[in-house]
């Protein structure tokens, strides 16, 4: 059996696992950077040494690297179900040490800057909802005006927009509620006010906007030239959120973690460990973290 037969078996069985967005990351991987180097070959005759030798060539982060040797592994492992190969030879290839990025969160000054820079109506709103919740690019772009509860300031996260259409938050911690502070109230009930479509964010023909990258490449990027800012990624507007939270000490990590839709509370200590303030931790809607 070759080496694309489970491929293309893995492929398979990972469309029906995964979310749509993940799996044609997935596809493009296997298909323009795996495959090509194996198309054709009897998948028992690939050796570890070679598997090695082949990671070697690409020059790529060690992130990257990982995300190859997980892949391959899959292939492999379904070779092992069908009795065609004994061991998976990716057992013997050493994941490369992922270093973690430093968390570089816009200060108090550069978020404002931002902000008062921008003067498209609907990516001022989104900067608006991102600096002041911490929610994903696509959950904001997935928001309903249904999801909006003025009476009791809490936005529900139910869905997220993406390249690959609508799905359900990226984990089941995901669908939860985030607070409305006072702060952010006019500027969402303008937006909510703004028009009649059920989404709160709608393009000039007045249809949903499918993802953020129009916001992203027409608006985002153009700022970094025109203000003297070092840039970061849009995501990076979630940090911020973060980091302002915990190093004014508005909230506990538990909380925090439940606002951005994490499982627990792990992954805030890992990731904003020296911006956790452990001092006054009572939770209320006029604060203005910036």
Known sequence: MTFEYYAETYLKIKKVELKPSTYYRYDGTIRNKILPSFQGRI????????????????????????????????????????????????????????????ILPFS??????????????????????????????????????????????????KRTRGRHGENSPKTQSGI??????????????????????????????????????????????????????????LYNTRHTFATMMLSGGYTTPHNLAQILGHRDSQMVHQVYAKFINDGKFDFKLDINPY
Not at 57 to 85: P, R, W
Not at 128 to 154: C, P, Q, W
């Open 43 to 102: 998948i028992s005759e690939i050796k570890a040494s070679e598997l090695r030798l082949w990671l070697l060539n690409y020059e790529c982060s060690n992130k990257t690297l990982t995300h190859y040797i997980s892949m391959l592994t899959g292939i492999f492992q379904e070779a092992i179900y069908d009795e065609v190969i004994s061991s998976n030879p990716c057992r013997f290839l050493r994941k490369p040490r992922i270093v973690k990025v430093e």
């Open 108 to 157: 108090v000054k550069e978020m404002h800057q931002i902000i008062n820079h921008v003067e498209n109506f609907n990516f001022k709103h989104y900067l608006y909802i991102a600096f002041y919740t911490g929610m994903r690019s696509g959950e904001i772009m997935g928001l309903k005006k249904e999801d909006v509860n003025f009476e009791k300031n809490l936005m529900k996260i």
């Open 176 to 233: 939860r509620s985030v607070p409305i502070l006072d702060l952010l109230r006019p500027h969402l009930q303008a937006l909510y006010d703004h028009h009649d479509h059920e989404y709160l964010f709608v393009t000039q023909f007045g249809e949903p906007y499918k993802h953020n990258e129009t916001f992203s490449n027409k608006f985002w990027l153009p700022i970094f030239d025109e203000l003297d800012i070092k840039y970061r990624r």
